[in-house]
């Protein structure tokens, strides 16, 4: 339980979200807004308009999962929209910077080595 990574795919949604929404609504949102399948063991992150709350929407063994924090202050930068996919391109990286306050905008990203994905 409790076991976010970096091993992990986030999918940010592009679009704000009524915060009010549970474990069904998110997951309507993932299929039908998203195209992703909710369970597929992803964490998809939503944001409301006023970019003061977040919440992480993530399949674990034997169920959902749902992390929701508020700011107190401030607000939460979004990372830069790739236009090419569409999508918001998140690390593991990228959102704990988020959370913490850190802009997204201006980050200059250090060549590092990373495995080759397999293909199957």
């Given at each position: 339980?409790?076991?976010?990574?970096?091993?992990?795919?986030?999918y940010?949604?592009?679009?704000?979200?009524d915060?009010?929404?549970?474990f069904?609504?998110?997951?309507?949102?993932?299929?039908?807004?998203?195209?992703?399948?909710?369970?597929?063991g992803?964490?998809?992150?939503?944001?409301?308009?006023t970019?003061?709350?977040?919440?992480?929407?993530?399949?674990?063994?034997?169920?959902?999962?749902?992390?929701?924090?508020?700011?107190?202050?401030?607000?939460?930068?979004?990372?830069?929209?790739?236009f090419?996919?569409?999508?918001?391109?998140?690390?593991?990286?990228?959102?704990?910077?988020?959370?913490?306050?850190?802009?997204?905008?201006?980050?200059?990203?250090?060549?590092r080595?990373?495995?080759?994905?397999?293909?199957?």
């Amino acid at each position: 339980m409790f076991s976010l990574n970096e091993s992990h795919h986030y999918y940010l949604c592009s679009a704000s979200v009524d915060m009010r929404g549970g474990f069904n609504s998110l997951c309507g949102v993932v299929r039908s807004f998203m195209g992703r399948d909710p369970l597929s063991g992803d964490v998809f992150i939503f944001i409301n308009k006023t970019r003061t709350r977040i919440k992480l929407l993530h399949w674990e063994r034997g169920g959902l999962v749902i992390y929701h924090k508020r700011l107190e202050s401030g607000t939460l930068s979004l990372p830069s929209f790739d236009f090419t996919t569409k999508s918001y391109q998140m690390s593991w990286c990228d959102l704990i910077m988020m959370t913490e306050g850190v802009s997204l905008k201006n980050i200059t990203r250090k060549k590092r080595y990373n495995l080759p994905s397999k293909i199957a």
